[in-house]
């Protein structure tokens, strides 16, 4: 198995963006021999050349929510997936598959959507099947009033979810039934909370309702009180802990910018 996935940025929110303290630009997931650009935020295209990742592979991508962080380079991303625009005559080759919002839609302008193969609009619950037997479902937020999604991957050997910006909801353990591998959006360490943000005090008792349990947690897109501009220590790593005192999860990883992952390895007991 050859899967793995990119850390291109582990920053969320603002202070972030405007910082690059911590990098905010997404996620790939390479998954069967296609790759995936999920929330390219604000740097996302220098990030994937600084790590030396391939844009030119890229032919998903997925934005989970129209604020900023999440969306700012998906056009840039676009464009770096093909070399070349268009024919003599400038009829665009189309590349890829955008997942989004309908309201993300808004953001993006004709010019880039005339370049994909296909544009999905995308909310929990709905569920698409991508080539190479890939099945990507929406999982449920609780994050603005703008929507949203989760993503859950499932695969013939495993699966991994992406939780998105939310808080913690009925109903939020429960999605992730079955799931190997989930990435938290994690904001905010202990018990300093954010409206429509997790926290780790909160989102702790949610994680241990997951049946059966993760065999692998992996915690990103912290915010300023986490590690930056608001606080003079890292507290991620204070908060790995507290993870592996006070879940059943079996590996507990905090990603950090550039961080690149195999999955065989996470699933290895």
Do not use: W
């Not at 619950?125 to 990507?136: E, S």
């Amino acid at each position: 198995m050859n899967d793995e996935i990119v850390f291109l940025g582990t920053g969320g929110g603002r202070h972030h963006v405007r910082t690059q303290h911590r990098a905010t630009g997404g996620i790939l997931f390479k998954v069967n021999g296609v790759q995936a650009h999920i929330d390219p935020g604000p740097g996302a295209i220098v990030r994937i050349n600084q790590y030396k990742e391939d844009p030119l592979k890229t032919e998903l991508f997925i934005v989970t929510h129209s604020h900023v962080d999440h969306y700012n380079d998906l056009c840039a991303i676009i464009e770096s997936s093909r070399k070349n625009f268009h024919d003599k005559n400038y009829n665009y080759y189309k590349k890829g598959v955008l997942i989004t919002t309908k309201d993300m839609l808004e953001h993006v302008p004709q010019y880039h959507l005339n370049m994909l193969q296909k544009i999905i609009e995308f909310k929990a619950g709905d569920i698409y099947h991508h080539d190479n037997n890939i099945t990507i479902i929406g999982t449920s937020v609780k994050h603005a009033q703008i929507g949203g999604f989760g993503v859950k991957f499932i695969l013939e050997d495993y699966s991994i979810a992406l939780t998105s910006d939310t808080m913690v909801f009925p109903g939020f353990s429960e999605q992730y039934n079955n799931v190997n591998i989930l990435v938290l959006n994690l904001l905010r360490p202990d018990n300093i909370t954010c409206k429509r943000h997790l926290c780790t005090d909160q989102v702790l008792p949610y994680l241990n309702k997951i049946n059966p349990p993760l065999d692998c947690l992996i915690l990103t897109h912290f915010g300023s009180y986490m590690d930056g501009p608001r606080t003079d220590i890292n507290r991620v790593p204070s908060q790995v802990k507290k993870f592996q005192q006070h879940t059943n999860i079996k590996k507990v990883i905090a990603a950090e910018d550039g961080l690149k992952l195999r999955i065989e390895e996470l699933l290895e007991k």
